[in-house]
C-alpha cells in the first residue's frame, strides 16, 4: 500500500525517516534551492554547534574558507543567539515560578505540543529558538542577505516555514553540506588556518541549545526541572497531567 505524511498529524520530528524499512520518506533535499539561494545574491551560513562532531579536527577557519569556496559569503556560529536565549530563560523561570514552562527550542516538541496537547500551549516559553535570533541577528548586522542554517536536525525546515518574520532563508543538514562537497570535490581539511581576526564570543551563560547553565549546575533548582533526551520521553512527559 502506498505510504502518505499526514501533515495534521506530523511534527517533523523524522523519526519516519530512520524507522521506515522501504525507505519511502527522506528527508527534504534543499540543495537545489540553496544553489540558487548561492547565485542570486550573498548568503550567510549560520552554522549549529554540533558541527565539530561532523567535521571532527577540522577549525572554523577552514570549514570557513570551504564554505566560501562553495560559494557562501560568510560564516556564522550560533554562540551569541544562545546566550541571549539562555539570559530570556533565566529571567523567565525567576519571574514565573508558579507555572510549568516548556522549552520552545525544539520544533519538534513545539508541533506536538500544538497538535497533541493544545492545553499546554500556554506553557510554550514565549522565546525564539537560537536559530531563529541568530538569524535575526545577522540580519540586523548585515546588509540584503540570506541566511542557511546548517545542522542535524530536519525539523528545522518546518521552523523556518512557520516564522513569518523569515529570519532564515534555507536550511542544509550536514549530511546535505558533505554531499555540496563532495559534489565539487571540496575537502575542508586541505584548506589553511588562518586567523580571521574576529573576536570569538565565549560562553559564559549558556549550554549548547541556549539553556542557562547556572540552572543545570544548581542542585536546587534541578529539583524544578524534568529533562528529556528523545522525543519519546519528552511525549511521557508532556502526556502526563500537569501539576501547577
Not at 12 to 20: H, L, R, W
Amino acid at each position: 500500500s502506498e505510504l502518505e505524511v499526514v501533515d495534521d498529524r506530523c511534527i517533523a520530528c523524522g523519526a519516519c525517516v530512520s524507522a521506515c524499512t522501504q525507505k519511502a520518506f527522506c528527508s527534504r533535499d534543499n540543495i537545489g534551492e540553496v544553489k540558487a539561494l548561492l547565485s542570486k545574491k550573498a548568503v550567510v551560513a549560520v552554522m549549529a554547534p554540533e558541527v565539530g562532531a561532523v567535521f571532527p579536527g577540522t577549525s572554523r577557519s577552514q570549514l570557513s574558507l570551504a564554505l566560501r569556496e562553495l560559494g557562501f559569503y560568510a560564516v556564522e556560529d550560533m554562540v551569541l543567539a544562545e546566550e541571549m536565549v539562555a539570559l530570556a530563560y533565566a529571567e523567565l523561570l525567576a519571574r514565573d515560578t508558579d507555572r510549568p514552562v516548556i522549552r520552545s527550542t525544539c520544533p519538534a516538541i513545539v508541533s506536538f505540543v500544538e497538535k497533541y496537547r493544545p492545553e499546554l500551549v500556554k506553557d510554550l516559553a514565549p522565546i525564539a529558538s537560537p536559530m531563529i535570533v541568530q538569524g535575526r541577528l545577522v540580519k540586523s548586522l548585515y546588509v540584503d542577505v540570506a541566511i542557511v542554517f546548517i545542522g542535524p536536525c530536519i525539523a528545522k525546515q518546518a521552523e523556518i516555514e512557520r516564522d513569518h518574520r523569515a529570519a532564515v532563508d534555507q536550511v542544509l543538514t550536514f549530511d546535505q553540506l558533505v554531499n555540496m562537497f563532495r559534489e565539487v570535490d571540496i575537502d575542508p581539511d586541505n584548506f589553511p588556518h588562518e586567523d580571521d581576526g574576529r573576536p570569538v564570543v565565549v560562553r559564559v551563560f549558556s549550554s549548547p541549545g541556549g539553556f542557562p547553565v547556572d540552572i543545570l549546575n544548581d542542585s536546587s533548582e534541578m529539583d524544578r526541572l524534568m529533562v528529556s533526551r528523545s522525543l519519546d520521553s519528552a511525549k511521557q512527559v508532556l502526556s502526563k497531567p500537569q501539576t501547577r
